[in-house]
């Protein structure tokens, strides 16, 4: 197993990339912390994890309100005793249209939970990694944030935050043997797919595929995929990558 013993936190679990991530990690010998504002979602996942023979508990948390990171993050301590790998998946998008028309509580929203919630959990998790001597974090960016699409300015802005802070947390905390790796998806088939596109009909589908060399938008295993090579110690000797899993969108 890939991640035999790794002590795991994955936000944004109840559902889509993260859930994919989750199962796949537990699956790996990882034990999972299933993070996520959906309490039932998340507990849901944890027992799925379990009733297949893994390990994870459900935390119920707004990554966008730093007493509560912090509390998810003790609570994966308390259970696991430590925590090697932290995946930063919680994301959200304020629906495709101009500019000028994303409201101002829409604009917060969308930073704090994409961006301020990256900076929440490196205050609480950092101190273990520290204190552990390693650790590694994994960012889910988005090509959004390499090559923009209209409509979804603010969205892209917070996940060229990502892309960026992703690679200047792995030189910062490299020679804390801290590993920082940024996953950057196309468009997937998750909750938020009709959000990017602004309505989810043929023609519009037709239009995004069409940007996808590959011809498919991504899938969550695809992601899981991806978050698995990078926490494990395969991925020894990455660090500060933005990986693009994108069907060739971004070449």
Not at 8 to 30: D, P
Not at 109 to 137: C, D, E, T, W
Not at 151 to 172: H, P
């Amino acid at each position: 197993m890939r991640l035999e013993g790794k002590r795991t936190l994955v936000t944004g679990a109840a559902s889509g990339f993260g859930e994919a991530i989750a199962k796949t990690y537990a699956r790996e010998g990882a034990k999972v912390a299933v993070v996520d504002i959906n309490k039932d979602g998340a507990e849901r996942v944890a027992g799925e994890i379990a009733g297949a023979g893994g390990t994870a508990i459900a935390v119920e948390c707004d990554v966008s309100k730093g007493p509560a990171v912090a509390a998810a993050v003790e609570q994966a301590r308390e259970a696991f005793g430590g925590l090697d790998v932290v995946v930063n998946n919680a994301g959200w998008s304020h629906r495709n249209q101009p500019m000028l028309e994303v409201d101002e509580a829409a604009y917060d929203k969308v930073f704090a939970i994409n961006v301020k919630s990256i900076y929440h959990m490196a205050r609480a998790a950092l101190p273990l990694m520290r204190a552990q001597g390693q650790g590694v974090i994994v960012n889910i960016g988005s090509t959004a944030g390499i090559s923009p699409r209209p409509g979804l300015s603010w969205y892209n802005a917070t996940k060229g935050a990502v892309n960026t802070l992703s690679q200047s947390m792995a030189a910062e905390l490299a020679k804390e043997n801290i590993r920082v790796n940024c996953i950057a998806p196309v468009i997937g088939e998750t909750a938020l797919m009709e959000t990017f596109m602004g309505e989810d009909t043929p023609e519009v589908r037709a239009k995004f595929l069409a940007t996808i060399p590959l011809g498919r938008m991504s899938r969550p295993q695809d992601i899981a995929n991806a978050a698995l090579y990078l926490a494990s110690d395969e991925a020894a000797m990455v660090t500060g990558v933005v990986f693009p899993v994108d069907g060739g969108r971004t070449i």
